[in-house]
């Protein structure tokens, strides 16, 4: 292998084919113009850009970031002779449906290739990700005058999106957003507020801006009801020319990671000439948004595997070819070295690394997966079975990802020893870019609240009832693969217990005593974020169970699953069972401690 | 002046998977091996890309091998293509058989030009294009490149390497040789294999691979051509090259010509 290879193709291919079969969608009318040899072709296209292109460049765009200067931002120039290779791969649209420009390619097998992309070069891919959410939000509820003007030039690439919604004062707490919207009467509302973190907010790719803006139309009620989409470009058409539509750039934010990517400050109408048109309707900003957020959050999953992915490929090279030390049974001082991949300890990490990047691309591709179905599957109850799983499995995929993610990251570096810290070497880079997965787009924290809070406890747990039923189907299948029986058995219990744990929870929250019902809400995710990948591991275990079996050319790769499989399982799961204990006994020494007493 | 121009593209193995020996020495170990286009062919197919963008055509490629083959066929078909032609044949082939095929091919398409891989990245004979001009008598170049760098900004605009002279009958070729470069012209038809440094092949974008679904692919059945199918070169046995031992240390001359004499048998 000439460079780091960003991911295991034989784990990806393992996952879209022998886990969750996605050449069976092309069954499905709305996949009808694919088979396995679409997939696979754009699978390789996005192979080879992702090696080929986006990661040779990776270092140098990390090392130099983009520039404010004038009050424009400029990107490193590697990202302007990448961009146009990333938009002509046909990534933007590439799932939306053909009368908009789309190809109608399943999510699942969509996300696989941008794991590669982003594996290659995180800051490079962002732009058009953005641009795809922005673009769907127009899609959806824009009307056809936004479509026909921005929607259809941002599924080209031809402009960029951005989603502008947080303030200095209103980051996680949407509700207290404070830019105003004054109506007008040529239809169009003027605009006045400041907007930050927004990433992609300015740059020198493409022609033109739009920003998905949230703002209050005067009057509006207050909190989170209140609320208007408005979509907002940097440059407004005005009689068949594009004219600065008052969106300032006021400042630049110094990042540790994603440092190709900027994020600036954005000042909207200093000049009270800042044009909006709302999308949608008026008050519903925040219910439109969601439906990007929500999709966000999963491409936020896919950044942290791809993230941990090819800084596990990378220590995993290096702990091949990094001869230190002697095995502990024979110290002889004249035998030559062993590389470090000889030693248990290192092998525990790189387990670690693997069980959590290999679970991860299963959950990513799973919810893709799920979000396929939950779209285009044939039967109604087939797409409300998928649509709660996916509905569940959101904050999961959002946050897996991110958490462990960055401590298979921290093994990364960890396995580099004194290289691995210093800035010679790589993966301290990803460790910092893939800090920023646990805090944007929701953090943690609200994941754990919106899981616990809503997700698992809506319509009386029918996503959860729907989630047991998957860890029993693949129990009965691990059983009939011959796996060993103790792992089936520990992940139906943990299955049982976050379901039992879940109503004594709700029941507290239905007392009244939110805060109760509540305050262990990250170790209620941490825990189904546990249960869920232990289930995936199984099904994986299962696969791999039969594939022993029947296929002696891949005994290795059949076998390095079974051996992450039984790491999760077993040393990991057992976790579940102390987080669930907090959960339930209500431990409160952060419940009861003061602001004063720190 | 339109051009037709038929290139070859073959199925190989993807080099960077760990490619390994059978352990009975009859062939690879297939399992968890990607296969890819030829890079070679893909050059040749990104050449006769750009030559039908500035003077018009067509292009046609082609291949030999089993019913996967048509996925190499599809990729240059998603690059731009226009349509294909699968020589359906399992078992084994040398160039010789290749050749043969390919001539009949020729004879039936009658396209301008034939561009291929100069050589392909499995078994590295380099043999197939030179044959192929010999039966058809035709001109041949082979090792096509160009003078600018890949990083030029001629390779930036996706400019051509090869260039067609005014009339459309002759074809300015600036071949790799030992030590540089040289420049020759061949009057068309010809056949030119080309090399690593003419162009940076583009990948096959999700709407070209769309649209190449819809593109004709043509099957025919080798043992319709005419060719006598028997291969005159037979692959006996693979192996792996012997591990290098590691060196050793002498003490003296004498101990040194003792190892030379009675171990490497080389004085």
Same mark, same amino acid.
């Given at each position: 292998?000439?460079?780091?290879?960003?991911?295991?193709?034989?784990?990806?291919?393992?996952?879209?084919?022998?886990?969750?079969?996605?050449?069976?969608?092309?069954?499905?009318?709305?996949?009808?113009?694919?088979?396995?040899?679409?997939?696979?072709?754009?699978?390789?296209?996005?192979?080879? #850009?992702?090696?080929?292109?986006?990661?040779?460049?990776?270092?140098?765009?990390?090392?130099?970031?983009?520039?404010?200067?004038?009050?424009?931002?400029?990107?490193?120039?590697?990202?302007?002779?990448?961009?146009?290779? /990333?938009?002509? /791969?046909?990534?933007?649209?590439?799932?939306?449906?053909?009368?908009?420009?789309?190809?109608?390619?399943?999510?699942?097998?969509?996300?696989?290739?941008?794991?590669?992309?982003?594996?290659?070069?995180? +800051?490079?891919?962002?732009? =058009?990700? !953005?641009?795809?959410?922005?673009?769907?939000?127009?899609?959806?509820?824009?009307?056809?005058?936004?479509?026909?003007?921005?929607?259809?030039?941002?599924?080209?690439?031809?402009?960029?999106?951005?989603?502008?919604?947080?303030?200095? &004062?209103?980051?996680?707490? =949407?509700?207290?957003?404070?830019?105003?919207?004054?109506?007008?009467?040529?239809?169009?509302?003027?605009?006045?507020?400041?907007?930050?973190?927004?990433?992609?907010?300015? &740059?020198?790719?493409?022609?033109?801006?739009?920003?998905?803006?949230?703002?209050?139309?005067?009057?509006?009620?207050?909190?989170?009801?209140?609320?208007?989409?408005?979509?907002?470009?940097?440059?407004?058409?005005?009689?068949?020319?594009?004219?600065?539509?008052?969106?300032?750039?006021?400042? /630049?934010?110094?990042?540790?990671?994603?440092?190709?990517?900027?994020?600036?400050? #954005?000042?909207?109408?200093?000049?009270?000439?800042?044009?909006?048109?709302?999308?949608?309707?008026?008050?519903?900003?925040?219910?439109?948004?969601?439906?990007?957020?929500?999709?966000?959050?999963?491409?936020?999953?896919?950044?942290?595997?791809?993230?941990?992915?090819?800084?596990?490929?990378?220590?995993?090279?290096?702990?091949?070819?990094?001869?230190?030390?002697?095995?502990? *049974?024979?110290?002889?001082?004249?035998?030559?070295?062993?590389?470090?991949?000889?030693?248990?300890?290192?092998?525990?990490?790189?387990?670690?690394?693997?069980?959590?990047?290999?679970?991860?691309?299963?959950?990513?591709?799973?919810?893709?997966?799920?979000?396929? #179905?939950?779209?285009?599957?044939?039967?109604?109850?087939?797409? *409300?079975?998928?649509?709660?799983? /996916?509905? !569940?499995?959101?904050?999961?995929?959002?946050?897996?990802?991110?958490?462990?993610?960055?401590?298979?990251?921290?093994?990364?570096?960890?396995?580099?020893?004194?290289?691995?810290?210093?800035?010679?070497?790589?993966?301290?880079?990803?460790?910092?870019?893939?800090?920023?997965?646990?805090?944007?787009?929701?953090?943690?924290?609200?994941?754990?609240?919106?899981?616990?809070?809503?997700?698992?406890?809506?319509?009386?747990?029918?996503?959860?009832?729907?989630?047991?039923?998957?860890?029993?189907?693949?129990?009965?299948?691990?059983? &009939?693969?011959?796996?060993?029986?103790?792992?089936?058995?520990?992940?139906?219990? *943990?299955?049982?217990?976050? *379901?039992?744990?879940?109503?004594?929870?709700?029941?507290?929250?239905?007392?009244?005593?939110?805060?109760?019902?509540?305050?262990? +809400?990250?170790?209620?995710?941490?825990?189904?974020?546990? =249960?869920?990948?232990?289930?995936?591991?199984?099904?994986?275990?299962?696969?791999?169970?039969?594939?022993?079996?029947?296929?002696?050319?891949?005994?290795?790769?059949?076998?390095?699953?079974?051996?992450?499989?039984?790491?999760?399982?077993?040393?990991?799961?057992?976790?579940?069972?102390? !987080?669930?204990?907090?959960?339930?006994?209500?431990?409160?020494?952060?419940?009861?401690?003061?602001?004063?007493?720190? | 002046?339109?051009?037709?121009?038929?290139?070859?593209?073959?199925?190989?193995?993807?080099?960077?998977?760990?490619?390994?020996?059978?352990?009975?020495?009859?062939?690879?170990?297939?399992?968890?091996?990607?296969?890819?286009?030829?890079?070679?062919?893909?050059?040749?197919?990104?050449?006769?890309?750009?030559?039908?963008?500035?003077?018009?055509?067509?292009?046609?490629?082609?291949?030999?091998?089993?019913?996967?083959?048509?996925?190499?066929?599809?990729?240059?078909?998603?690059?731009?293509?226009?349509?294909?032609?699968?020589?359906?044949?399992?078992?084994?082939?040398?160039?010789?058989?290749?050749?043969?095929?390919?001539?009949?091919?020729?004879?039936?398409?009658?396209?301008?030009?034939?561009?291929?891989?100069?050589?392909?990245?499995?078994?590295?004979?380099?043999?197939?294009?030179?044959?192929?001009?010999?039966?058809?008598?035709?001109?041949?170049?082979?090792?096509?490149?160009?003078?600018?760098?890949?990083?030029?900004?001629?390779?930036?605009?996706?400019?051509?390497?090869?260039?067609?002279?005014?009339?459309?009958?002759?074809?300015?070729?600036?071949?790799?040789?030992?030590?540089?470069?040289?420049?020759?012209?061949?009057?068309?038809?010809?056949?030119?294999?080309?090399?690593?440094?003419?162009?940076?092949?583009?990948?096959?974008?999700?709407?070209?691979?769309?649209?190449?679904?819809?593109?004709?692919?043509?099957?025919?059945?080798?043992?319709?051509?005419?060719?006598?199918?028997?291969?005159?070169?037979?692959?006996?046995?693979?192996?792996?090259?012997?591990?290098?031992?590691?060196?050793?240390?002498?003490?003296?001359?004498?101990?040194?010509?003792?190892?030379?004499?009675?171990?490497?048998?080389?004085?």
């Amino acid at each position: 292998m000439a460079g780091n290879p960003l991911l295991s193709d034989r784990d990806v291919d393992f996952v879209l084919h022998d886990l969750l079969d996605v050449g069976s969608l092309c069954r499905l009318p709305h996949f009808r113009d694919h088979s396995r040899e679409t997939f696979e072709l754009y699978l390789r296209s996005a192979r080879r #850009l992702a090696r080929e292109v986006l990661y040779p460049s990776y270092r140098a765009v990390d090392e130099a970031p983009a520039r404010l200067q004038g009050g424009a931002v400029t990107v490193h120039p590697a990202l302007r002779e990448i961009y146009p290779q /990333l938009v002509a /791969l046909g990534t933007i649209a590439a799932p939306r449906p053909a009368e908009v420009g789309g190809q109608q390619l399943p999510h699942v097998v969509a996300a696989a290739a941008d794991l590669y992309l982003m594996a290659g070069n995180l +800051s490079a891919t962002s732009f =058009l990700g !953005l641009t795809a959410g922005a673009g769907h939000l127009l899609e959806s509820f824009g009307t056809e005058e936004l479509r026909r003007t921005y929607m259809a030039r941002m599924y080209s690439g031809e402009w960029s999106g951005t989603m502008a919604l947080t303030e200095p &004062q209103a980051g996680s707490s =949407l509700g207290d957003v404070r830019t105003r919207a004054r109506p007008t009467p040529a239809g169009h509302h003027l605009l006045d507020g400041a907007k930050i973190f927004i990433s992609g907010g300015d &740059q020198d790719l493409t022609g033109n801006i739009v920003h998905l803006v949230l703002a209050r139309i005067e009057g509006a009620p207050p909190g989170v009801k209140g609320i208007s989409l408005f979509c907002v470009p940097k440059l407004r058409p005005e009689a068949g020319r594009l004219v600065p539509n008052d969106v300032k750039v006021s400042g /630049l934010i110094h990042k540790i990671g994603w440092r190709g990517f900027p994020s600036v400050v #954005l000042s909207l109408g200093e000049e009270g000439d800042c044009r909006g048109w709302l999308v949608g309707q008026a008050h519903q900003g925040l219910a439109h948004m969601f439906q990007m957020m929500n999709e966000a959050r999963i491409m936020v999953g896919c950044h942290g595997v791809a993230t941990a992915a090819v800084a596990y490929q990378e220590s995993l090279e290096y702990a091949r070819t990094r001869p230190q030390g002697r095995p502990l *049974a024979s110290r002889d001082a004249t035998r030559p070295q062993v590389p470090i991949v000889a030693h248990a300890d290192v092998r525990r990490m790189l387990l670690r690394q693997k069980a959590i990047v290999e679970g991860g691309v299963a959950l990513v591709l799973t919810v893709a997966h799920q979000a396929d #179905l939950a779209g285009h599957a044939e039967a109604p109850e087939a797409r *409300a079975r998928a649509q709660r799983l /996916l509905d !569940l499995l959101t904050p999961v995929a959002k946050s897996f990802p991110a958490e462990w993610g960055f401590e298979s990251n921290a093994l990364a570096v960890q396995i580099h020893g004194g290289y691995g810290y210093s800035s010679e070497y790589l993966p301290e880079a990803w460790l910092r870019d893939q800090k920023l997965n646990s805090i944007h787009e929701g953090t943690t924290g609200i994941q754990g609240l919106d899981l616990l809070g809503r997700r698992a406890v809506a319509d009386q747990g029918a996503g959860l009832r729907t989630l047991l039923e998957e860890i029993g189907s693949a129990a009965a299948q691990a059983r &009939q693969a011959g796996v060993d029986p103790a792992w089936p058995a520990a992940v139906e219990r *943990a299955g049982a217990a976050l *379901a039992e744990t879940t109503m004594a929870l709700a029941k507290k929250g239905l007392s009244g005593d939110a805060e109760g019902m509540l305050l262990h +809400s990250t170790d209620y995710l941490r825990a189904a974020c546990i =249960l869920v990948v232990s289930w995936l591991w199984l099904k994986q275990a299962a696969v791999a169970q039969a594939g022993l079996a029947r296929d002696a050319a891949s005994r290795p790769f059949h076998e390095g699953k079974l051996c992450a499989a039984q790491y999760f399982i077993c040393t990991e799961l057992p976790d579940l069972e102390r !987080l669930l204990r907090l959960c339930r006994d209500g431990e409160d020494s952060y419940g009861r401690m003061r602001e004063e007493w720190f | 002046m339109p051009l037709k121009i038929l290139v070859t593209v073959k199925r190989v193995e993807d080099p960077e998977s760990k490619i390994k020996v059978k352990p009975d020495g009859t062939g690879i170990v297939t399992d968890g091996v990607n296969y890819k286009m030829n890079p070679f062919d893909e050059i040749g197919v990104e050449e006769a890309l750009r030559l039908k963008e500035k003077h018009g055509g067509e292009v046609v490629v082609a291949s030999i091998g089993g019913d996967k083959s048509i996925t190499e066929i599809r990729s240059a078909l998603a690059m731009g293509a226009d349509r294909g032609v699968l020589l359906k044949h399992e078992g084994a082939l040398d160039p010789l058989l290749v050749s043969a095929l390919f001539q009949k091919l020729t004879e039936q398409e009658k396209p301008d030009l034939v561009l291929l891989g100069k050589q392909s990245i499995d078994d590295d004979q380099n043999q197939t294009g030179q044959i192929l001009a010999e039966r058809l008598a035709w001109a041949q170049a082979t090792f096509a490149s160009k003078k600018e760098s890949l990083e030029s900004e001629a390779e930036q605009k996706k400019q051509p390497g090869l260039v067609l002279s005014a009339d459309g009958k002759k074809m300015q070729v600036v071949r790799e040789v030992d030590g540089g470069v040289e420049t020759l012209e061949v009057s068309l038809p010809a056949v030119v294999t080309v090399d690593l440094r003419l162009n940076k092949p583009r990948f096959a974008s999700l709407p070209g691979i769309m649209k190449a679904k819809k593109k004709e692919v043509k099957e025919i059945a080798t043992a319709s051509l005419g060719v006598e199918l028997q291969p005159k070169v037979v692959v006996k046995k693979l192996f792996e090259p012997p591990k290098r031992a590691g060196g050793a240390k002498v003490a003296d001359v004498p101990e040194l010509w003792k190892k030379l004499h009675e171990e490497a048998k080389v004085v």
